[in-house]
């Protein structure tokens, strides 16, 4: 799999799936409906559903939701000539598909997303797992945003929902649209390849995506031997 198309993803997964659909609507009461983040049930991040980045199989992951009777594969990417990566899309019940299963290897899931119902908003969570270490923000369109927050401990990065587009403000309300959940390994890569910024507090979304305001982390950007195109 694509290495820079790992690093897109962790920016722009949460509008890609409702794209293909026409109209973005971040605040999508379809997507998933699910606060695990928050409990903890069946399992604390960076587990969900007993599926875990860096240790449940690629084949216990599909196994795992196929037998839930929740949830519905709904399309699939095999490996293809030396790439062994592998990926599944799956939906909630007959809803539009919300979440994605990754292995980078084909035989151990190395990250997951889950696109989420806007049932959670950023408080809880801030009070449960503290400050995130980065950030980034994408603005959709006029009126929607999105930041997303980087916990390398968990490890995990959470995407909130902000209202007024780039001119909006990362606070406390912010609505919870997706979470990433990563292997460690995983993690580590994107520190080193993807631009963030450090976390500076609750403050407007631009200050998170101009760079002349923060400085990047990420020193691999644009070098090949530590974030190679394949």
């Known amino acids: 799999m694509n290495r820079r198309l790992i690093y897109a993803l962790i920016l722009f997964a949460a509008v890609a799936l409702p794209g293909c659909a026409g109209e973005v609507n971040l605040l999508d009461e379809t997507k998933l409906k699910d606060t695990s983040l928050l409990s903890g049930e069946p399992c604390g991040a960076p587990c969900w559903n007993e599926i875990t980045p860096g240790e449940t199989s690629y084949r216990d992951a599909r196994l795992i939701l196929e037998s839930s009777g929740r949830f519905k594969i709904s399309e699939e990417s095999e490996p293809e000539g030396d790439n062994p990566g592998r990926v599944f899309s799956f ?69 909130n929902y902000i209202a007024g587009g780039a001119e909006g403000a990362v606070s406390v309300d912010n609505k919870i649209i997706g979470v990433m959940y990563m292997a460690p390994a995983e993690m580590g890569e994107l520190l080193t390849c993807a631009r963030l910024h450090s976390w500076k507090g609750f403050v407007s979304l631009r200050s998170y995506t101009e760079p002349e305001e923060f400085d990047f982390v990420g020193d691999g950007v644009g070098d090949e031997k530590i974030c190679p195109e394949s």
């Open 91 to 159: 939906a909630e019940g007959e809803n539009q598909p919300c979440c994605q299963v990754i292995s980078r290897d084909g035989e151990t899931i190395t990250s997951f997303l889950l696109q989420l119902a806007p049932e959670m908003t950023f408080g809880p969570v801030f009070d449960k797992y503290g400050e995130p270490s980065y950030v980034a923000g994408q603005q959709v369109s006029e009126e929607q945003a999105y930041a997303v927050f980087v916990y390398p401990d968990t490890p995990m990065v959470i995407y």
